[in-house]
């Protein structure tokens, strides 16, 4: 059984851009027909209805982008136009309309509060989000101040909510370990290791923690503050001392044993950024509380507004010919649906078709087709994968689709086109051409089960900061030294919140430079400044680790299953990028070829 089948889903999703399904509760909302609109331009509103994009002189039309648009993305946007239609009347029912001078006063006010201009705070949401004007406008802002006034009692920030972001943002924190499990006698006797030598935590916490992520680095998890989280949890934190360990307590469904490190003193923000500070704050308080308003909101809505969703219910499809949904004595056709989908998801939904045209000519090139048989094994493979097996051992794949369609809010038609097909077609297309040289299993052993280098970092932006820091690090010559300049400057998250520490480099890696130097290293050396991908790093080794594997052929099913799927996930990638050089390909929609 492939050990990383689901590494394809995700390659092959990249190669698609419809996997944005899960928005934000605002970004969710739909573009809405208020003033603030402007009217779309005659020639961009009707060029291009029959044909949107031509690939390799293959057309694809308006009605294949609605069809896939309206699939993937119908049942977002019939929310939001549902709950377009209910924010429109309760506004008007309450007489709160935001204005259009309110709207550019609110962008205004949000752009100053990043530190831009108008101009360069739109110009940010059209590169990083691809959002125009209008659609922030429409879909964002006007949205927003009017579920504001909607909700205004339920949304007021008062001073002790404000107290207790603040002091969650620049208050006291406690730098720990944790030692996580999931089986309570696994912690009891952790735990009673732990309180009998304190000093063995960290070793602890890397041999036996389960939570990878911080047993790689002794058990060293971020700073825990004050309301936060759990609040038990942080009263049993504030209440140790430098060393001391916490009772076994439980974290969802798994326990953990927490061990103070040190106590961080408040960071209080810089005299001149406390108004911009207090802003913030109050701004995240408020779309918090407003988050869960909006819900109780548009649910008294939708009851005293007679909401009848058709989309998706076959017996109401069936009575209402051509509607997606009644509101009250209102209804939206499918026709307005696909359009609206068209016009807020259609340029990610038609790169996906051109994708997908462009696989499906290099299938029928090399002479390779996709039959069901090939979907269905693609299908018990990833449901093996995770776990989904009948008593006898074979694939449930009913109930693996049942459970992928439920978290992903997608059909299985939906599921099998966007993820399935993709990833059968590209391993189809690039399987017959992997071999695996004794030079790939070499590699491979030394990237699983060779040594580990065992190091403490600090991440650098620029060269001239490096040379300082490198400087006092080298003068420093400890290992606390060390430590308390990462914390000080390294940009690096994990690096500056764990004194350096850092998950153990392991050889061919992908990170060359870093390697070369980690393992040239002596332990208590000091490495010079490394220049990769932009940054400016700097090693000081504590050791190797010792490998707990040492004879190849003990692993070797295992190895060459690594093998074979990183090599197919790398010709995946080849192949993709020769099949567009390949391919010409008109996009109507984004006026680009």
Same mark, same amino acid.
């Given at each position: 059984m492939p050990l990383s089948t689901v590494r394809f889903h995700a390659l092959t999703r990249s190669c698609r851009r419809w996997i944005g399904r899960v928005a934000t509760m605002l970004l969710c909302l739909a573009? =809405?027909?208020?003033?603030?609109?402007?009217?779309?331009?005659?020639?961009?509103?009707?060029?291009?209805?029959?044909?949107?994009?031509?690939?390799?002189?293959?057309?694809?039309?308006?009605?294949?982008?609605?069809?896939?648009?309206?699939?993937?993305? #119908?049942?977002?946007?019939?929310?939001?136009?549902?709950?377009?239609?209910?924010?429109?009347?309760a506004c008007e029912q309450n007489n709160c309309q935001p204005t259009r001078e309110?709207?550019?006063?609110?962008?205004?006010?949000?752009?100053?509060?990043?530190?831009?201009?108008?101009? $360069?705070?739109?110009?940010?949401?059209?590169?990083?989000?691809?959002?125009?004007?209008?659609?922030?406008?429409?879909?964002?802002?006007?949205?927003?101040?009017?579920?504001?006034?909607?909700?205004?009692?339920?949304?007021?920030?008062? $001073?002790?909510?404000f107290n207790m972001a603040y002091h969650a943002r620049f208050g006291e924190a406690v730098k720990c370990r944790v030692i996580d499990v999931k089986d309570r006698a696994k912690a009891e006797k952790l735990h009673q290791q732990a309180t009998a030598e304190p000093k063995t935590f960290a070793k602890l916490a890397k041999q036996y923690s389960e939570d990878e992520t911080s047993a790689s680095v002794g058990g060293l998890i971020p700073p825990i503050r004050r309301h936060t989280g759990d609040a038990k949890l942080e009263d049993a934190v504030f209440a140790l001392k430098d060393g001391e360990v916490s009772p076994i307590m439980m974290l969802g469904d798994r326990w953990i044993i927490l061990q103070a490190v040190r106590r961080?003193?408040?960071?209080?923000?810089?005299?001149?950024?406390?108004?911009?500070?207090?802003?913030?704050?109050?701004?995240?308080?408020?779309?918090?509380?407003?988050?869960?308003?909006?819900?109780?909101?548009?649910?008294?809505?939708?009851?005293?507004? $007679?909401?009848?969703?058709v989309l998706g219910n076959?017996?109401?499809?069936?009575?209402?010919?051509?509607?997606?949904?009644?509101?009250?004595?209102?209804? !939206?056709?499918i026709a307005q649906l696909t359009e609206q989908c068209i016009d807020r998801n259609g340029k990610e939904?038609?790169?996906?078709?051109?994708?997908?045209?462009?696989?499906?000519?290099?299938? &029928?090139?090399?002479?390779?087709?996709?039959?069901?048989?090939?979907?269905? &094994?693609? !299908?018990?493979?990833?449901?093996?994968?995770? #776990?989904?097996?009948?008593?006898? #051992?074979?694939?449930?794949?009913?109930?693996? =689709?049942?459970?992928?369609?439920?978290?992903?809010?997608?059909?299985?038609?939906?599921?099998?086109?966007?993820?399935?097909?993709?990833?059968t077609a590209m391993?189809?297309?690039?399987?017959?051409?992997?071999?695996?040289?004794?030079?790939?299993?070499?590699?491979?052993?030394?990237?699983?089960?060779?040594?580990?280098?065992?190091?403490?970092?600090?991440?650098?932006?620029?060269?001239?900061?490096?040379?300082?820091?490198?400087?006092?690090?080298?003068?420093?010559?400890?290992?606390?030294?060390?430590?308390?300049?990462?914390?000080?400057?390294?940009? +690096?998250?994990?690096?500056?919140s764990n004194r350096g520490k850092v998950p153990p480099i392991q050889r061919f890696g992908g990170q060359p430079?870093?390697?070369? +130097?980690?393992?040239?290293?002596?332990?208590?050396?000091?490495? #010079?400044? !490394?220049?990769?991908?932009g940054q400016y790093v700097i090693l000081r080794l504590q050791g190797f680790t010792k490998p707990v594997v040492t004879d190849p052929a003990e692993v070797k099913d295992q190895l060459e299953e690594y093998i074979r799927v990183r090599k197919l996930k790398i010709a995946i990638g080849k192949e993709m990028d020769r099949i567009r050089k390949a391919s010409e390909v008109d996009n109507f929609l984004a006026a680009k070829s």
């Open positions: 573009p =809405l027909a208020i003033a603030l609109s402007t009217p779309t331009p005659a020639t961009a509103q009707n060029a291009n209805q029959g044909i949107v994009a031509v690939v390799n002189a293959q057309p694809i039309t308006r009605n294949e982008l609605g069809k896939a648009a309206l699939d993937r993305f #119908g049942t977002i946007v019939l929310d939001n136009m549902v709950n377009k239609h209910l924010i429109l009347a309110e709207v550019d006063a609110e962008i205004k006010r949000m752009a100053a509060k990043f530190g831009f201009s108008v101009e $360069q705070y739109i110009g940010l949401l059209q590169k990083e989000r691809d959002i125009t004007l209008r659609q922030y406008q429409t879909e964002i802002i006007w949205p927003m101040l009017a579920l504001r006034r909607l909700a205004q009692e339920q949304v007021e920030v008062t $001073q002790e909510e961080i003193p408040a960071t209080p923000p810089p005299p001149n950024a406390i108004d911009q500070v207090k802003e913030q704050l109050y701004d995240d308080i408020r779309d918090q509380k407003m988050r869960s308003a909006s819900g109780k909101i548009f649910a008294e809505l939708q009851k005293q507004a $007679q909401v009848k969703i076959a017996e109401l499809e069936t009575q209402n010919p051509g509607v997606a949904a009644r509101v009250g004595a209102k209804q !939206i056709t939904v038609l790169e996906a078709l051109i994708t997908r045209r462009m696989v499906e000519q290099a299938l &029928k090139q090399a002479g390779k087709q996709i039959t069901d048989a090939d979907l269905q &094994k693609e !299908i018990a493979e990833v449901a093996s994968l995770y #776990g989904h097996v009948r008593q006898d #051992g074979s694939a449930d794949m009913d109930s693996w =689709l049942r459970k992928v369609t439920a978290d992903t809010a997608i059909s299985r038609k939906v599921y099998v086109e966007d993820d399935v097909w993709p990833t391993k189809k297309l690039v399987s017959d051409k992997i071999t695996i040289t004794d030079e790939d299993r070499q590699r491979g052993f030394q990237t699983h089960y060779g040594p580990r280098a065992e190091v403490l970092a600090i991440v650098l932006s620029d060269q001239r900061t490096a040379e300082n820091v490198w400087k006092a690090a080298r003068d420093g010559k400890t290992e606390e030294t060390f430590g308390r300049l990462a914390e000080r400057h390294s940009v +690096e998250p994990v690096s500056a430079a870093i390697e070369k +130097e980690a393992f040239a290293l002596k332990p208590g050396e000091l490495s #010079g400044i !490394i220049a990769t991908n």
